[in-house]
């Protein structure tokens, strides 16, 4: 099993930089996605990280730590349409398992102008 | 249109009814999962396939039915509805194992009455 732990609710105002965090506790690591999903509508994928330090695409950026089972999602110059809810999920096994996904409950994130 | 549809969109069905959500993809990926989505709990596999005639269980197996004859195809059968079926399922595949994202369709909502 996991344990996957994010902040359930954050808020920041336009332009800001906001970061959601997520720890994580499982046996066999392979990979943590982050995915952005708005109300009502399916999840989208945005950043992927298997090995320590940064991954940035753009006004995101997301960073990973295996030994301290830690990952954050860095948020920059918020705009409105970044409103919406961050998923973070490990992705955990080997052969037949590997590739299913277990999710956090999802970080609601609410900008302000 | 290309992509990963799901069928219906909504359904209200009655407790003890068998209902069939159905999925389809048009990218020819191998991996194709279906997940419940419900507050509180974050998303959540049900099942999962990595190929055609090839599927494994996942956290939340229990009342569920799936098959793939087709790799495009991964219909998603609940035996008999009950009310804490009550969800929106999302249907999601992907193209193979690895650092690949998985791709969600939009979404069932599904009332169990």
């Known amino acids: 099993g996991q344990n996957i732990d994010q902040p359930t609710e954050m808020t920041a105002t336009e332009g800001a930089i906001v970061q959601i965090n997520c720890t994580y506790q499982?046996?066999?690591?392979?990979?943590l996605f982050w995915y952005q999903q708005h109300a009502g509508e399916a999840p989208t994928f945005l950043s992927y990280?298997?090995?320590?330090g940064l991954e940035e695409k753009g006004r995101f950026s997301s960073f990973l730590s295996r030994s301290k089972g830690y990952s954050y999602l860095l948020l920059k110059e918020l705009q409105m349409k970044d409103s919406a809810s961050y998923l973070c999920a490990v992705r955990e096994g080997r052969g037949s398992t590997l590739g299913r996904l277990y999710f956090g409950r999802g970080t609601q994130l609410t900008v302000w102008p | 249109d290309a992509g990963i549809t799901q069928s219906p969109r909504y359904k209200i069905t009655e407790t003890g009814r068998q209902v069939t959500l159905m999925c389809h993809q048009t990218?020819?990926?191998?991996?194709m999962f279906w997940y419940r989505q419900d507050l509180g709990h974050g998303l959540r596999l049900i099942y999962y396939?990595?190929?055609?005639?090839?599927?494994d269980k996942g956290e939340v197996p229990d009342g569920y039915v799936v098959s793939r004859s087709k790799t495009e195809n991964f219909p998603l059968t609940l035996e008999s509805a009950t009310r804490s079926q009550t969800s929106v399922y999302f249907c999601a595949s992907s193209p193979r194992q690895g650092a690949d994202e998985q791709y969600f369709g939009p979404g069932t909502r599904l009332t169990v009455t």
């Open positions: 396939s990595a190929a055609a005639d090839i599927t």
């Open positions: 499982t046996s066999g690591f392979n990979g």
């Open positions: 990218w020819s990926h191998s991996y």
């Open positions: 990280n298997v090995l320590d």
